[in-house]
């Protein structure tokens, strides 16, 4: 791959995520990425539910999808992150690529925005933990 990605983690593809045509169907992309993010919050030492308890939540505001080669069961995949922020918006760029060739199947934007105690707003422990991977 080309890209620099700031963290990547492997995935299976199970069957149970796939529709009549044998491919993953596509409301499971968003759980990959849902998945890929929480354990970069890990590798940060952030925990999505010590925010909460803290009143801080991070929720997805848009996402923009493009699914460019189907995943099919038992696939091995890489889901790969950059990060970039833009006001209160941080913006992951999440690729998934078949491990076995790494042909790109999936490519998403998700903007995530911060509520602080139920208001928009900026999150010092996200601004803090990203802070080393926003440049990379």
């Known amino acids: 791959m080309n890209r620099k990605y700031i963290f990547q983690t492997v995935m299976q593809v199970r069957d149970y995520e796939c529709d009549i045509e044998g491919i993953v169907n596509n409301a499971n992309y968003l759980h990959y990425c849902e998945h890929t993010r929480h354990l970069f919050l890990k ?7 010590e925010m909460h308890e803290k009143g801080v939540d991070a929720v997805v505001a848009r996402m923009s999808m493009q699914f460019k080669y ?9 889901s790969c992150l950059k990060l970039t922020k833009d006001g209160f918006k941080y913006i992951f760029h999440h690729d998934i690529y078949r491990a ?7 490519r998403a934007n998700v903007e995530l925005v911060c509520l602080v105690d139920g208001k928009l707003s900026e999150s010092e422990d996200y601004d803090r933990a990203f802070a080393p991977y926003f440049n990379s």
């Not at 189907?70 to 890489?78: A, I, K, T």
């Not at 076995?100 to 999936?106: A, N, R």
């Open 43 to 49: 590798q940060c030492g952030l925990s999505f539910a």
């Open 70 to 78: 189907p995943l099919r069961p038992d696939d091995e995949m890489l």
């Open 100 to 106: 076995s060739d790494e042909k790109i199947c999936f």
